[in-house]
């Protein structure tokens, strides 16, 4: 038995495709940018407050962040003893490794902190609502 082909679509059905997907892309454009206006709104009022969540009703918003930590090899090779370097170094300083060498005394978590680039990524929320 063969498959059939799929049927084609008429010009009118694929224009009226075309502008159905045209019109959803610039409804999610809009959708997004008003979210956005929200995020920062409750991102502005958690800085206000000094706290990074809220929780009323049983909801609760918590803000959230992605935190990086790189280490400069150049630094380092200055700042650190030649064998940390050694162990530490691949095409850039391995994060793991580093804290392998502060937990066996090696070296301190200042002398990597001088060294290190810390990076944030933007902020967004975990929204956790009440159960229905």
Known sequence: MH????????????????????DLRKQARQLEAEAK??????????????????VHGGNKVTRAARRSVSYDPEKARKAWPAAVFRRTRRSTVDRDAVGREIKAGALTQEQADAVATVGTSAPWLVVTRAAA
């Open 3 to 22: 498959a059939q082909a799929p049927r084609r679509l008429s010009e009118r059905k694929l224009l009226e495709h075309a502008i159905a997907a045209d």
């Open 37 to 54: 206006e929200h995020t920062e709104k409750v991102l502005a009022e958690l800085d206000a407050r000094g706290t990074s969540e809220a």
